[in-house]
């Protein structure tokens, strides 16, 4: 079952995005256990808000790109 990201829901799991997108489960609980994807919890469920999906994937998953380019301008 394909799903789209375009489509008109509220929100998402962590395996339909993975799916969607062909990011590793692995990869996107790394990146909630992070902060760089924020989650909603209810219950066991696991939902990843519209909005929050959109940012998501529009920053890609470097949460700390300021602190790597600041470290590096430093040692230059």
Do not use: C, H
């Not at 990201?5 to 339909?16: C, H, K, P, V």
């Not at 939902?47 to 470290?71: A, C, H, P, R, W």
């Amino acid at each position: 079952m394909k799903i789209s990201i375009t489509s008109q829901r509220l929100a998402w799991s962590l395996d339909e995005i993975a799916e969607s997108t062909g990011l590793s489960l692995g990869f996107l609980r790394k990146d909630v256990r992070r902060g760089a994807l924020p989650v909603r919890r209810f219950g066991r469920r696991v939902l990843v808000l519209k909005e929050d999906l959109e940012n998501y994937l529009i920053k890609g998953s470097q949460k700390d790109i300021g602190k790597k380019d600041e470290t590096r301008l430093q040692s230059a």
